[in-house]
């Protein structure tokens, strides 16, 4: 969903407005599984209309474990709410649900926190709690073990972002780009860093990361940020994407997707479509990609997985950066960003798909639906299960075998 203020109404709407729409039915997948007719030619159309499945030999065993809701989910808000895997168990938060804790092999409810509160972003998890966002700025710490609430707080916009806790600190990125660090124990706040925004960018932000010492933050304006995790002082700033173009739309390049850190090296991707790999300590640019979007990249030993805004997944080398392979076939089906699970990446659609891709051809390997509501969130995975979030508030588990 774009952030953009409300376009006049007209009998025929500008080209630039007509986009706008568009990229914000591309976010409000479940009111929109279609573009047909938005420009008119037929030929146009056609070419707008998500990519028919394509039919394959799985060579991959996924078999459902459980399925269980969690609440009302997002609907048409365009936050990419995805569950996290903490120590054997799976944390979810839904709009109108609350806060659900479930045991990873078996769904089984462990605790369930039930608030007025809309809650819209997270969870996070660590430092034996579970901490949440509302919708009106809201921040929750719950008791990772028990699901007691040991404290709030507030911030000045809402959080859909999921907050990254350690070091002593919870650090919550609200949607006005400000990052709010407050002190695990108590709820006060220690510091914050504003950002400015640029006048148009996706809606959907993903939370920050964790290196020793310091946090990575991902912009709207295409900026990766590593500020010192004591006072929130900016260390370096380095751009991803470039925000460049004639018009605002043009120039949308989000790094939307938390920034991944990985033996010294963070990688971030932008959605003006492009990765970059920068050196940690330093903020010294590696390598940069042609191939990316808005949402986090998955790594993996050898490569990095991303999404492009197309629905195209691209394999990349670690190393430098350049194209181990493409999986065009998901075109406009909305994908979500990927996870790693094992040897394959694996990615949701609007229609509630999950594909698991070979990480070594991008060949699909398998496909199951989690029901029929879009999946928007990134899947997560751990211990050989992979566990993906609806838009319905809908938590669905698969275990993968050869």
Request: one cysteine or more; charged letters at 20%.
């Amino acid at each position: 969903m774009i952030r953009v203020s409300p376009v006049p109404t007209t009998r025929r709407p500008s080209r630039l407005a007509r986009a706008v729409l568009v990229l914000a039915c591309v976010a409000a997948v479940s009111g929109c599984s279609t573009m047909r007719g938005w420009f008119g030619g037929k030929s146009e159309s056609k070419q707008a209309e998500p990519n028919a499945l394509v039919e394959f030999s799985p060579t991959l065993t996924v078999t459902p474990l459980w399925s269980t809701g969690v609440g009302k989910g997002e609907g048409e808000l365009g936050l990419r709410q995805a569950p996290v895997i903490d120590a054997g168990r799976v944390y979810a938060a839904a709009v109108r649900g609350g806060v659900t804790a479930l045991d990873l092999q078996t769904g089984q409810t462990v605790w369930h926190y039930t608030t007025d509160v809309r809650v819209s972003g997270g969870p996070g998890v660590g430092e034996g709690l579970v901490v949440v966002g509302g919708l009106e700025g809201e921040v929750i710490a719950l008791d990772a073990a028990s699901g007691t609430e040991k404290w709030r707080a507030k911030v000045n916009n809402e959080v859909i972002a999921p907050p990254a806790i350690g070091q002593g600190k919870v650090f919550v990125r609200s949607n006005d780009g400000r990052v709010t660090a407050f002190d695990a124990a108590t709820g006060e706040r220690r510091w914050f860093w504003n950002h400015d925004l640029p006048n148009l960018s996706i809606r959907g932000n993903d939370g920050p990361a964790l290196g020793p010492g310091v946090l990575f933050t991902g912009n709207d304006d295409g900026t990766v940020a590593m500020l010192a995790v004591a006072d929130g002082r900016p260390v370096w700033s380095l751009p991803v994407g470039q925000a460049e173009g004639r018009t605002e739309l043009d120039r949308m390049a989000d790094v939307d997707g938390t920034p991944v850190l990985d033996n010294g090296i963070v990688y971030a991707t932008s959605f003006k479509r492009t990765t970059a790999a920068i050196d940690g300590p330093s903020g010294r640019p590696l390598w940069g990609s042609e191939h990316g979007g808005a949402g986090r990249p998955a790594v993996a030993a050898d490569r990095v997985v991303v999404t492009e805004p197309t629905g195209s997944v691209h394999g990349l080398d670690k190393q430098s950066g350049g194209s181990l392979w493409q999986q065009p076939a998901l075109a406009r089906r909305l994908v979500t960003a990927p996870a790693i699970a094992g040897q394959y990446a694996v990615v949701g659609d609007f229609q509630g798909y999950v594909h698991w891709l070979r990480l070594d051809t991008g060949a699909f390997a398998a496909r199951v639906r989690a029901g029929r509501d879009a999946v928007t969130g990134a899947p997560v995975a751990a211990g050989g299960i992979v566990v993906v979030q609806n838009v319905d508030g809908r938590l669905s588990a698969f275990r993968a075998a050869e």
